[in-house]
């Protein structure tokens, strides 16, 4: 059975075929339009995505080494993200399978982010629990079945991501700001700072990060770092690593801290980490270091499979089609689909 995956909900713009579950291509085109303006601009990323989708497709393709023809379903995300940036992907999609008279499946791009947790060996077991760290969302979820997601928490303001990206745009960094602060935190000095964890009710599974993004903008103020008036930071190398491992510490302390609130509330020996902020060399070092200690068996993609991509939409799509589930061509996009 060959899939095609089809990802656009956001700056990357990405298609893979899995073949009866295997990965057989996984091509992803980041637009580099955006790192000028150290943000995603939505109609540059439409636009970059109308530009893209047949090349990367085709790629897919011919890396798969098969033809248009030989595809059995088309996978293709519906939501949640930038509503032009969706429609150019599901349009596409839609009128692929339409042509080919093969399904049409619409995937939610927060479960292909859980489910990019199957794409290797081994496979997780059920009941799993999984934090979802992307640069939009930031839930826990307990999964107790394939599509029967109880959702713990999730942040009240900014997700993991996007506060790794707004430090690292108040520290002079590029975007995304992410893979830049994990690099240079290996340098620097996590204890250098004590920011403020928001560890919010004793009880609660939910997450916020804008305190721990507001404090580091204090910090530098206070320092004399970044002027009130002005964007324009001055700081030198070695303190500059420091911040960035103390944010670092702080943000990873706090993920931490809900994992081992769930681990002592649900019964669950398989516990998975997903989304971009999985490709985290600290959240990865600590949540080893976690499921040693606790006995659980831990579960995180391959890099490639961390961030947006096309493999994780097209296992959806073969999981779904196993069970019997495909979309009606009237399904429409969706910004804000929840999981
Ligand atoms: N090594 C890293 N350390 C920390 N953050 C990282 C790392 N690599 C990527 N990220 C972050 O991951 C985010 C991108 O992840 P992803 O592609 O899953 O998010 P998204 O698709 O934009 O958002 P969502 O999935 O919520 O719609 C960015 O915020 C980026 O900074
Ligand atoms: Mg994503």
Known sequence: MNVLGIETSCDETAAAVLQDGIVKSNIISSQLVHQKYGGVVPELASRAHQRLIVPVVEEALHIAGIKK???????V????????ALLVGLNFAKALAYGLKIPFIGVNHMEAHLYSNFIDEPKPN??????????GHT????????????LLGETLDDAAGEAFDKVAKMLGLGFPGGPIIDKLAKQGNPDFVKFPRSFLDEDSFDFSFSGIKTSVLYWLRGHKILPADSQQITINHELLTNLCASFQAAV????IEKIMRAL????VKDVAVAGGVSANSELRRRTQELAQRQGF?????????????????AMVGWLKLKGGIRSDFGLNAVANLSL
């Open 69 to 75: 023809e030989q595809l059995e379903s088309v996978a």
């Open 252 to 255: 990873v302390d706090v993920l």
């Open 77 to 84: 995300t519906y939501g949640p993200g930038l509503v032009g």
């Open 264 to 267: 002592r509330k649900f019964e």
């Open 126 to 135: 059920f009941p799993l629990l999984c934090l979802i760290v992307s640069g």
């Open 297 to 313: 068996k831990l579960h995180i993609p391959k890099f490639e499979y961390c961030t947006d991509n096309g493999a994780m939409i």
């Open 139 to 150: 839930q826990l979820v307990l999964v107790r079945q394939f599509f029967h997601h109880q």
